[in-house]
């Protein structure tokens, strides 16, 4: 019988448990404080465990996600080492990051912010239509997100452009890597969204020497982590007109202090890091396929490479 924790400091056990349990309904699932028998748990799933929980587990032998991130793994100073660290690789997280980033996009094509603007003051007044195949899009990350994201931008006719550390080739996309081409890139995209992995070379990526090669009255929209964006900077573009809007999920603190400038900006649209949802019927069925696949001898997929960060 296969032994499953699973803990997490902000998601509902009582929707996740059930859907292990029907995914794996032959093995077993615990939950904090009920661990048993600690040695018998051979794999773990988790959301910013309490540090020094899987150090306990003696006989742990791949330790799961719960997120595209794992971050909140890397912070506990006594996991094992050792064990690989498995993200989240998820259909349905993938198709909600994509209706996100289509949302923000098509948000500012369409003139939505002076609309809801204008409505609230009764105002009437049309404008004529962005030329869709003349809106360039860049999108920065090209993992399996990023090229979902980039395709179906593809699919509505805008020219989209991609970037990523090292050379990628992506049908339909204008593919671009390194600073240099980063440089290339910027200057042809009225919307820049951003999907990378949060490691040290992508860390304050967007900062003011980014944003000051895109066109004058470009968009931001972050869904990848908060700390891609330098806010002084951003704050700094929006305010000066440079950058006409931002779309974020994500933050350096979450959620942002009261006081942030983000919270009453009149360029800003925030969500509460909701663009990509875990949900558990859909994923528990992804955790236990791999699960399997390492039983099996294969390959484990997603596997965390600890020196690319991603």
């Given at each position: ?144 997100i990023g090229r979902d994201i980039a395709a179906k931008l593809g699919l509505l006719g ?153």
């Open positions: 019988m296969t032994v499953l924790l699973w803990t997490s400091a902000d998601d509902p056990p009582d929707i996740w448990v059930p859907a292990l349990r029907a995914a794996m309904p032959e093995d077993e699932v615990r939950v904090p404080p009920d661990l048993g028998d600690r040695s018998e748990i051979e794999y773990a799933l988790v959301w910013k465990p309490e540090p020094g929980l899987l150090a306990s587990l003696p006989n742990l032998k791949v330790i799961f996600s719960i997120g595209a991130g794992c971050d909140h793994i890397l912070a506990d100073p006594e996991r094992p080492k050792h064990l690989p660290i498995v993200r989240m690789l998820d259909d349905n997280l993938t198709a909600m990051m994509t209706e996100w980033a289509l949302l923000a996009v098509l948000y500012f094509h369409r003139f939505m912010p002076e609309y809801r603007r204008e409505q609230a003051e009764a105002v009437w007044n049309r404008r004529w239509p962005n030329w869709t195949p003349e809106t360039g899009i860049g999108v920065l990350g090209l993992g399996a805008f020219p989209v452009h991609g970037w990523s550390r090292t050379l990628q080739q992506v049908p339909g996309i204008a593919c671009h890597h390194g600073a240099e081409g980063l440089k290339a890139m910027l200057p042809q995209c009225r919307h820049l969204l951003c999907v990378l992995p949060l490691t040290g070379e992508t860390r304050g990526i967007i900062d003011a020497g980014v944003l000051s090669q895109l066109p004058a009255g470009a968009f931001v929209i972050n869904l990848g982590r908060g700390g891609h964006v330098v806010d002084a900077d951003l704050l700094a573009a929006l305010d000066c007109g440079h950058i006409a809007g931002a779309f974020l999920d994500v933050f350096n603190d979450e959620p942002p202090p009261k006081g942030h400038p983000y919270w009453q900006h009149p360029k800003v649209v925030m969500t509460p890091h909701v663009a990509g949802e875990i949900v558990p019927r859909s994923a528990a069925g992804t955790v236990v396929a791999n699960i399997r696949r390492h039983q099996q001898g294969e390959p484990l997929l997603g596997v965390l490479d600890l020196d690319l960060g991603y």
